[in-house]
């Protein structure tokens, strides 16, 4: 969630700073790619206001994404929904008391308060966020819930991690270098608008979509959508602050039409810069102090693996084999399981086995057979040999995919 920094206050001593260079080139790096992009590419008819909407001056699609570039906003505060629905199956109320049950026992047994536990409620309902930004050093999210609020606070080298129903602290520390910081789950429409931008190529179509307003904003709408069949993403819309270049909404809605998958928005926003005080925290009196450390520790002594990877590097890593199949919007990733056989079937499986085959569609081709379980977004085949395929693709896309890779 770091913010965007002015390059126009550079001066001679900060040209010299590693951290100060490492953050503006990582500003780049959605710009430099989107507009090396075809002109082709990116819609250069200005937007026009419909009826009702906005009357701001004409912009380019190209234009947009450089507004977006260039944006200096480091300090807001305000209110942002979140509205995620990948279509999951009904596990007849299962799915959301193994959510509850994580949230309230955290990771690996660990504390409530663990971020990594706690921001897992985001990937499915809607919740409702504050948030708070005083440059790329302090930041504070705030998860509200029914009669508790879970807080996750950066200040400087701290994290902190507050469960208000548990009363339980988590405390960590982030790398002073700041590259720990930009592997924090999104939580605003920048965040996500960054990640849809560097899927920008000529496999990509943009174009500016009129006007509207947004938490009391006047924005335009930039569109995003896959040129190539077989995507199970139909369109991604971003608000743009015309006056600032923030997004302020991201929405994505799904080829097969219908609710979008993600909807994030603010419903207020100030870009005045928040209290000091936003960012102070103390450990309430009474409250249960986990140190990150002492999960790792009870992670080693209970035999359970250690945190994910957290970069895409040891991620791959991690996998057996991980490669990408296709290009652009139907790229596929294939990794190995070393598991043969595929799902659990028969007496093997058991109950188990037979619950999980339901969920999935079963499909043969050239590589064999395999059960293919769909989202409204993302779709994965396990095939019999242990091989997995995911990707935003339809599921004959992923068919095609596996039949090319075999």
């Known amino acids: ?17 590693p951290r100060t260079r490492r953050r ?15 002109a082709a590419t990116i819609g250069l008819v200005p937007a026009i206001a419909d009826s009702g909407d906005p009357d701001l001056p004409e912009i380019t699609a190209a234009q947009l994404i450089e507004k977006i570039a260039k944006s200096d906003v480091e300090r807001l505060s305000g209110t942002v929904k979140i509205t995620t629905d990948l279509g999951l199956p009904d596990l007849g109320g299962l799915e959301s008391s193994l959510t509850s049950g994580a949230a309230g026992r955290g990771e690996d047994g660990g504390s409530s308060a663990d971020p990594s ?16 930004v005083d440059g790329p050093d302090r930041q504070k999210v705030s998860l ?32 002073a270098s700041g ?33 509207a307003q947004v938490a009391g904003r006047d924005a335009y709408r930039l569109v995003v959508k896959p040129r190539q069949s077989g995507s199970t993403v139909g369109a991604i819309s971003i608000a743009v602050d015309h006056r600032t270049g923030m997004p302020l909404k991201f929405t994505l809605t799904p080829a097969s039409g219908g609710a979008a998958v993600v909807d994030v928005g603010f ?31 009870g992670r080693e002594h209970s ?42 079937t028969g007496e093997a499986g058991g109950d188990l086995g037979g619950f999980l085959g339901s969920l999935g569609d ?22 019999e040999d242990g091989k997995v395929y995911v990707g935003t693709v339809t599921k004959d896309a992923l068919v095609k995919a596996a039949d090319a890779g075999k």
């Open 1 to 17: 969630m770091a913010p965007y920094e002015s390059d126009d206050t550079t001066t001679a001593g900060e040209a010299g700073e």
């Open 24 to 38: 503006r080139a990582a500003r780049y790096v959605v710009p430099v790619t989107v507009m090396g992009v075809a």
């Open 117 to 132: 536990a706690k921001l897992t409620e985001l990937a499915s309902g809607t919740h409702t966020l504050r948030v708070a």
């Open 144 to 175: 509200l819930e029914n009669a508790a609020e879970y807080s996750l606070i950066h200040d400087g080298e701290d994290v902190w991690g507050y469960d208000s129903a548990s009363n339980e602290v988590y405390h960590g520390t982030v790398d």
């Open 179 to 211: 590259e720990e910081r930009e592997q924090r789950p999104p939580a605003t429409p920048k965040d996500f608008a960054e990640e849809a931008l560097k899927s920008v190529d000529d496999t990509t179509s943009v174009t500016v979509d009129g006007t």
């Open 267 to 297: 419903t207020e926003v100030s870009f005045d810069k928040p209290a000091a005080s936003t960012f102070e925290f103390t450990p309430p009196k009474g409250a249960e102090v986990t140190e990150d450390g002492e999960l790792d520790h």
């Open 303 to 344: 035999g359970k693996p250690e945190r994910a990877p957290k970069s895409e590097e040891d991620l791959a890593e991690g996998l057996d084999g991980l490669k990408m199949l296709g290009e652009g919007w139907n790229s596929v990733a294939v990794f190995d399981t070393g598991g043969q056989g595929g799902l659990p």
């Open 362 to 383: 079963q499909v043969k081709g050239d590589f064999g057979t395999g059960t293919v379980f769909s989202t409204r977004l993302v779709n994965a085949l396990i095939t």
